[in-house]
């Protein structure tokens, strides 16, 4: 148990639904990250949220939407997604500042998605 | 750009050592990290390297060269359940984002 919990663990849709990833973390940190696993590649950073402002976009679609109501909770808004967007969807934390400790990010579990 | 290269797969036997080296291009630099990931499971930290050297953390250690751009996470007596991918990661952007590498297959044989 890293104290980052996302849901729900498996989602499969089709292209036009619309659904949402959700991640909880209960570690008293102030920055969150979503990031996307796709087989056979590195974990593609997404979204970053430090101090509920969005403070990175890595140039990811508009079908992607992330919201970050407090420094507890953060989403994934997906809409209109597509084939290749199967992945396992990973959400993480961290406490911020420099320094080794604060250099380290808790995962959650993922959500693994299957878009149809 | 940033890009950071590590062998797709390794393998040892149990009781033996394993190097899993990193090689990083990054705009910024904010220290090298590795992580840990079961099949189906959540990446774990592992270690941390701001500074050049060697970092032991029990059966562990990470080191980094900073004018080398490299590095690499040492694993000693190899045990089954150390088969997992491992992950180098470095920070960027004043240490707000964590860019990984491919990621290193281990398989631990008996």
């Known amino acids: 148990e890293t104290g980052v919990t996302q849901t729900p663990r498996h989602l499969v849709m089709g292209m036009t639904n619309k659904k949402s990833l959700k991640c909880e973390q209960h570690?008293?940190?102030?920055?969150m990250y979503w990031y996307k696993q796709s087989a056979k590649k590195p974990l593609e950073l997404m979204f970053v949220?430090?101090?509920?402002?969005?403070?990175e976009n890595n140039s990811v679609p508009s079908r992607f939407s992330p919201e970050c109501p407090n420094s507890s909770h953060l989403f994934l808004h997906l809409h209109t997604l597509q084939p290749e967007d199967s992945a396992l969807y990973l959400c993480?934390?961290?406490?911020?500042?420099?320094?080794?400790?604060?250099?380290?990010?808790?995962f959650g579990s993922g959500t693994q998605l299957s878009v149809l | 750009g940033q890009s950071l290269e590590q062998p797709s797969e390794v393998t040892a036997v149990e009781g033996a050592i394993v190097q899993i080296n990193c090689t990083y291009q990054?705009?910024?630099?904010?220290?090298l990290s590795w992580y840990q990931q079961h099949d189906g499971g959540a990446p774990t930290f592992l270690s941390y390297?701001?500074?050049?050297g060697l970092e032991e953390t029990g059966r562990f250690s990470s080191f980094l060269s900073r004018s080398d751009s490299y590095g690499y996470l040492l694993l000693q007596e190899l045990q089954m359940k150390d088969s997992a991918s491992y992950f180098c990661?470095?920070?960027?952007?004043?240490?707000?984002?964590?860019?990984f590498g491919p990621g290193t297959r281990l398989s631990v044989l008996p």
């Open positions: 949220y430090s101090l509920e402002e969005r403070v």
């Open positions: 390297n701001a500074l050049d």
């Open positions: 993480a934390s961290r406490k911020s500042g420099t320094g080794g400790a604060y250099e380290k990010l808790f």
């Open positions: 990054t705009s910024g630099f904010y220290g």
């Open positions: 570690l008293g940190h102030n920055a």
């Open positions: 990661a470095v920070g960027d952007n004043y240490g707000q984002n964590f860019v």
